[in-house]
């Protein structure tokens, strides 16, 4: 008889123990005692083997699908800091408390992203989902299995690589995510260890797929204390080190711009929160790769450590990848107060002094603090640490900062899916930054995930119906077929209500009937079509379904009266089939407006905004220490509020800061300021000592380099070349 491996889902003759194939032994136990023992099955279909992987969020193994006959990927969902497996047991253990309403979120949040993944077969760069399901208290995702290495593996074993052969990599991707990007989802874990070559040998036409995306990563880390697992330093930016930064396809944009600079340069980029205090990343072309100029700017555009600078969408970076020209993204600069070594002390250090001395004479001048230690650092009197204002309201992050001596500059709104509406989703400064007193700092309010007015579709034809969700701007589409009466391949259904608000990147289930059975009803006997124009949707009804009819109802939005019927497929008088169904279209009333966040925008913006949906605007004015004189500081309703035409909104407009308060504050500082010209005074003096001092220190070094050379001589000693006369006069 034929046995299967459990290591590489072949068979074998079971006289055997070990697979000839690949070398697992028979009943070799599981890795961990949590990992599910090999042989088990899910579902009465999928076998599963030996463990491929395994890290905080999960479990991967080797299996094999009976009803299919092939080979599979099975990942687990099993988050360590919430759930466990006892031994020998299939059903997980899942911790009480705050913990167990995390893990179900995570748990949820994992299948619904496969269920959406799984639209994208057809999307090379993306590994096909098969299946996934719930079982043993937790769920499973089953999924090709990809036979190759990982781009961290290939990168290891070859070096790095030309840009003719890493560009068409990162293009593959870049496709890839900007498809799945639309659909509102983000990977927030690309790194080389996440990208599987499926081609190794070929490295002049490497074919990839993306693996591991972060969905239960991200759900679980929200609120708990494993933020630091999900971290790739050097792949993440700035944004995932904050537990509540806006992470958006900029996010993707940045750890594939990383992963590219390390097949390129060989190099991991800088850990991103050091690069935000300095910025020491090198150009590819300054560690000798060849490529070219526009690819480079393109590249370090994406690699910008600043949510503002960099590139926002896989659809930009991709082009910009291979346009002929492109142009460097200006960089926000920091007003942090860094002191620059002067002139005169690199020309000192040139001299052969020895370091020690130069440091001396650093700190003499002031231009290394003198209490720098290695314990805790000490802030300049006229320094300030920047709070985390992230996820907190305007009033509430002007305040926190207005405590540390800091201003704020409400610099735009954003849509975010992450941070609630009227919440600050970006700060110009990471949590604890050291920056002058009196710096405004530049943040972003955000709007809340971005919404459309779902559109009319019952009753419409699957392919109409689609377009309509997708010219509204709704991607994440899914059909569900149903076997119920009505006109075959038209929608009787839809997830969520025509005309609301709805989450642009909500999951819209649309149910199309299949039922073909009966559409021309009774052609030996024809009956009258009646005129239901005008009648309400009862009153039609009722006299279609005494003539013998069925009703497909269609609704529109109209400046008829709700529920009145606008149009009828057959005309009045025509004969029709008893039985068969007929298009009915009724009056949904006016279409339905909702408000708009104008906040932060100009008055112009805002104006023309509110007039194009036919509202009435009246404006106010006050002033503002965070808003630009011009910029909305309020509206009189309520984002994402029904409306009407004709409505009237009051916008209250920034006149930017009261000049009053200004010169109160000016008056207040006058003596901190005559106190800080003294200062600045006293410090040029010393400078101007230290220099002379320096200089006679030169002066004796190069006495005594003289005197020892001369003396040399005099012995017939023979020179040391590598002598440093500075070390002698400080010993």
Request: hydrophobic fraction near 35%; include cysteine.
């Amino acid at each position: 008889m034929n046995r299967l491996c459990m290591g590489c889902m072949k068979e074998y003759d079971d006289q055997f123990s070990v697979c000839p194939h690949c070398g697992y032994a028979f009943n070799t136990p599981p890795k961990q005692s949590y990992h599910i023992p090999p042989g088990s099955v899910l579902r009465q279909r999928y076998i599963v083997g030996k463990v491929l992987g395994f890290g905080g969020f999960g479990i991967t193994y080797v299996g094999w699908d009976y009803v299919m006959e092939r080979k599979v990927a099975i990942k687990e969902y099993l988050p360590s800091e919430f759930a466990t497996r006892m031994p020998t047991q299939l059903k997980v253990t899942v911790y009480s408390g705050d913990r167990e309403e995390q893990y179900r979120e995570g748990l949820l949040k994992t299948l619904d992203e496969a269920r959406r993944l799984a639209k994208f077969e057809a999307v090379p760069g993306i590994v096909q989902i098969y299946d996934c399901f719930e079982e043993n208290g937790t769920s499973y995702i089953i999924m090709e299995f990809l036979e190759g290495t990982s781009l961290k593996e290939y990168l290891a074993e070859h070096g790095k690589m030309t840009p003719e052969q890493a560009l068409p990599v990162v293009q593959q991707i870049a496709f890839a995510m900007e498809e799945v990007h639309k659909t509102g989802i983000l990977h927030r874990d690309i790194a080389p260890d996440n990208i599987y070559v499926l081609n190794p040998d070929d490295p002049d036409h490497l074919q990839v797929k993306l693996l591991d995306f972060g969905a239960a990563r991200y759900a679980t880390t929200k609120h708990s204390k494993s933020l630091s697992v999900i971290i790739k330093p050097g792949y993440a930016p700035e944004e995932q080190y904050r537990s509540r930064g806006d992470q958006g396809t900029w996010t993707d944009v940045y750890a594939l711009a990383a992963t590219f600079y390390k097949m390129l340069t060989g190099v991991t980029p800088e850990d991103a929160m050091e690069r935000s205090i300095k910025d020491e990343v090198k150009r590819p072309s300054r560690l000798g790769v060849k490529l070219t100029k526009s690819t480079e700017t393109a590249l370090m555009n994406a690699l910008h450590v600043k949510v503002q600078d960099r590139t926002q969408t896989m659809e930009e970076f991709s082009k910009e990848l291979i346009a002929a020209e492109v142009k460097e993204r200006a960089v926000t600069k920091d007003r942090r107060d860094v002191g620059a070594v002067p002139k005169w002390v690199l020309a000192l250090a040139g001299t052969g002094l020895a370091a020690v001395a130069v440091i001396a004479v650093l700190i003499f001048t002031g231009t290394i603090p003198a209490f720098l230690s290695s314990g805790e650092v000490i802030f300049g009197k006229n320094e300030a640490r920047v709070p985390n204002v992230i996820n907190r309201d305007v009033t509430e992050a002007e305040t926190l900062l207005a405590e540390k001596e800091l201003g704020m500059n409400r610099e735009k709104a954003n849509f975010s899916e992450e941070i609630p509406m009227d919440m600050i989703s970006y700060q110009e400064y990471p949590e604890s930054a050291r920056v002058p007193k009196h710096t405004e700092v530049i943040v972003w309010v955000s709007k809340g995930p971005e919404k459309r007015v779902l559109p009319t579709v019952k009753g419409k034809t699957r392919e109409e119906a689609q377009k309509l969700l997708e010219a509204a701007g709704f991607q994440n589409i899914r059909v569900e077929e149903s076997t119920e009466e009505g006109v075959y391949d038209t929608i009787l259904g839809v997830s969520e209500k025509e005309g609301d608000n709805v989450q642009l990147s909500k999951e819209i289930v649309i149910t199309v009937c299949v039922n073909q059975e009966n559409q021309e009803g009774d052609a030996g006997d024809q009956v009258e079509m009646p005129e239901a124009v005008g009648m309400t949707r009862a009153a039609a009804e009722k006299l279609l379904e005494e003539a013998g009819l069925r009703i497909n109802w269609v609704e529109e939005t109209s400046e008829a009266p709700e529920g009145q019927i606008i149009a009828q497929e057959i005309a009045a008088g025509e004969k029709v089939n008893r039985n068969s169904f007929v298009t009915i279209t009724v009056s949904k009333g006016a279409e339905k407006i909702y408000m708009p966040y104008v906040k932060e925008m100009s008055q112009e913006e805002a104006v023309a905004e509110l007039k194009k949906l036919g509202l009435r605007v009246e404006t106010e004015e006050e002033y503002s220490d965070s808003a630009k004189a011009g910029q909305v500081i309020a509206q009189s309703i309520d984002p994402e509020a029904e409306v009407k035409k004709n409505d009237l909104v009051t916008l209250v407009i920034s006149k930017g800061k009261d000049p009053a308060k200004q010169t109160r504050a000016a008056k207040e500082t006058q003596p901190a300021r005559t106190q800080a010209a003294d200062e600045a005074a006293r410090q040029a003096e010393e400078q101007r000592q230290a220099e002379a001092a320096a200089a006679e220190a030169a002066r004796q070094a190069e006495a005594q380099r003289q005197a020892e050379a001369a003396a040399q001589q005099t012995t017939a000693a023979p020179a040391d070349e590598n002598r440093n006369p500075a070390f002698d006069m400080l010993n």
